[in-house]
């Protein structure tokens, strides 16, 4: 079975401050990963993906992930964080069955004071 | 593009009650997936749709929980009788079919149904 382990449950942090999120999994085969954010009131949507390819993935409003498969982890970076970034962040994986299924970390509830 | 449509947003019941939470996912989707969000937990998916057939429902606590997606479009979950730990939020997520050797097309969510047992 596939597991998604999210390190930190809140991180609050100040406008300009560089973030990193940890997220490892646990999958012996081929996978895909995922982040998804969902900002206050609204959608869960997805923030960026990997499936194959370069390990360094570029999403959307200046995030990017970095997927190391000897360290089974695909942390979530931003150099320089908003007020605008507060929400919530999910890691997570799916592994290949066919059938898209996702598997979510707890997710990280991210705090950014102005 | 209209996307998720999800309804009630919130319900609160007693335990012991029942509950039907709708869902109408994004027009040519053809997978319909519903999670379970527990507060202060990820979202945990209950149980998939392709068209009108199920392909995964291992996570379904069929005793209480029911699942229907008759015309392969529109869907209704169902919690009969509710219990206090059945408090959640419900997604619906849709998503195309995978194709061309993929396993994964993205997954669209819905607003969600927040249900509190009382």
Known sequence: ?114 | EAGVAQSPRYKIIEKRQSVAFWCNPISGHATLYWYQQILGQGPKLLIQFQNNGVVDDSQLPKDRFSAERLKGVDSTLKIQPAKLEDSAVYLCASSLVPSGGSSYNEQFFGPGTRLTVL
Not at chain 1, 38 to 44: E, F, R, V
Not at chain 1, 45 to 69: M, T
Not at chain 1, 97 to 105: A, C, D, K, P
């Open chain 1, 1 to 114: 079975a596939q597991s998604v382990s999210q390190h930190n449950h809140h991180v609050i942090l100040s406008e300009a401050a560089s973030l990193e999120l940890g997220c490892n999994y646990s999958y012996g085969g081929t996978v895909n990963l995922f982040w998804y954010v969902q900002y206050p009131g609204q959608h869960l949507q997805l923030l960026l993906k990997y499936f194959s390819g370069d390990p360094l993935v570029k999403g959307i409003k200046g995030f990017e992930a970095e997927f190391i498969k000897s360290k089974f982890s695909f942390n979530l970076r931003k150099p320089s964080v908003q007020w605008s970034d507060t929400a919530e962040y999910f890691c997570a994986v799916n592994g290949g069955s066919g059938y898209s299924t996702l598997t979510f970390g707890k997710g990280t509830m991210l705090l950014v004071s102005p």
